[in-house]
């Protein structure tokens, strides 16, 4: 594997945990929406999802980033009868977000994004060294 080959590999590595993180502050931007009516539901969490897809130009698997699932989980009930979007128990639904859970995927896709930019740096640094070495 050349290093152009590492640097396109690192950087959809990148864009996917971009996505990732774009998807994660959405989920987080809406944990504390309520449902619009009583009848109706709340925001549901999105996981994102990732692909591998070989590339034939680069002769390599890259990372696409896919459309995000609707995350399953029962909604968060809240008792607050004042609220028009109570149901006839007085109970509001709160989306399925847990702000500690993103958090912690957001720190995880924060990693990964870092990790595959010093994957970058070291292919960069190593293709001056070999720039530098064809000089002498």
């Known amino acids: 594997m050349d290093f152009t080959t590492s640097l396109y590999i690192a950087a959809s ?13 959405e989920n987080l931007a809406n944990a504390d929406s309520s449902a619009p009516s009583a ?10 999802t990732m692909s591998s897809e070989f590339d034939r130009t680069l ?6 980033l896919s459309d ?24 509001t639904k709160l989306p399925n977000v847990n702000a500690l859970i993103e958090m912690m995927d957001m720190r995880e896709a924060q ?3 870092e990790a595959n930019l010093q994957v970058m740096e070291s292919a960069r640094a190593m293709l001056v060294r070999t720039v530098d070495l064809l000089r002498r």
């Open 68 to 91: 995000p699932v609707p995350d399953q989980s029962e909604f968060r009930l809240q008792y607050d009868p004042g609220n028009p979007a109570a149901d006839a128990q007085g109970y």
């Open 13 to 25: 590595g990148m864009r996917a945990q971009s996505g990732r993180m774009r998807i994660i502050a």
């Open 39 to 48: 009848n109706g539901e709340p925001y549901r969490r999105r996981i994102a």
């Open 111 to 113: 990693r990964s994004y």
């Open 59 to 64: 002769n390599a698997d890259v990372i696409k």
